[in-house]
């Protein structure tokens, strides 16, 4: 199985700062990487696909990076709706895998 | 408008069976895989079950392989996963969703709001 390790669990940013969420694949999985917001009391929300590709209707603001092992999701200047949780997910292999989550808060 | 509706969620005892439903409306159904994920109360997504587009492959979770079967009717647009033989551990808000592909693992981009499980005596 695929561990995908997110950092930090934990990430206080300021409005309009630039917010630098991690993803860490046990091993290769190429770019099939996929990233997800979920706020409270909602179902998640695909933001990015492909490690880099944004999904429908998903703000510029939002892009990822990396391939294989390392992969980046960068909020280029925060607002007060982007304050969730983030989560990446790995489907290079079964079983298909998610990272802990990274909770970005307002500092 | 794509959208996924679950139900069948409920309260069971231990040792017991549940089936869970998701209809599909709003895109061509028999052309996407499907997968179930949950969500225990206060944890992060956890991914079940994937069922390919002509339902030819299932995949499950170590978790819940030999408990729980993944199934879907093209014909009626529903997604189902049965589960027997609950445990504690699989207490949680089980999401239906749609993955971008057909037949390949891939990423999720239509969920449902969700079905809660609770397993408990």
């Known amino acids: 199985e695929i561990v995908m390790t997110q950092s930090p669990a934990t990430l206080s940013v300021s409005p309009g700062e630039r917010g630098t969420l991690s993803c860490r694949a046990s091993?290769?999985?190429?770019?099939?990487l996929a990233w997800y917001q979920q706020k409270p009391g909602q179902a998640p929300r695909l933001l990015i696909y492909?490690?880099?590709t944004r999904a429908t209707g998903i703000p510029a603001r939002f892009s990822g990076s990396g391939s294989e092992t390392e992969f980046t999701l960068t909020i280029s200047s925060l607002l007060s709706e982007d304050f969730a949780v983030y989560y990446c997910q790995q489907y290079n292999y079964w079983p298909i895998t998610f990272g802990q989550g990274t909770r970005l808060e307002i500092e | 408008e794509m959208q996924l509706l679950e139900s069948g969620g409920g309260l069971v005892q231990p040792g017991g069976s549940l089936r869970l439903s998701c209809a599909a409306s709003g895109f061509t159904f028999s052309s996407y895989a499907m997968s179930w994920v949950r969500q225990a109360p206060g944890k992060g997504l956890e991914w079940v079950s994937a069922?390919?587009?002509?339902?030819?492959?299932?995949y499950y979770a170590d978790s819940v392989k030999g408990r729980f079967t993944i199934s879907r009717d093209n014909s009626k647009n529903t997604l189902y996963l049965q589960m027997n033989s609950l445990r504690a551990e699989d207490t949680a808000l089980y999401y239906c969703?749609?993955?971008?592909?057909?037949?390949?693992?891939?990423?999720?981009?239509?969920w449902g709001q969700g079905t809660m499980v609770t397993v408990s005596s």
């Open positions: 091993q290769s999985v190429s770019n099939n």
């Open positions: 969703a749609k993955e971008r592909g057909t037949n390949r693992a891939n990423a999720v981009d239509i």
């Open positions: 069922i390919s587009g002509g339902s030819g492959s299932t």
């Open positions: 492909g490690a880099s």
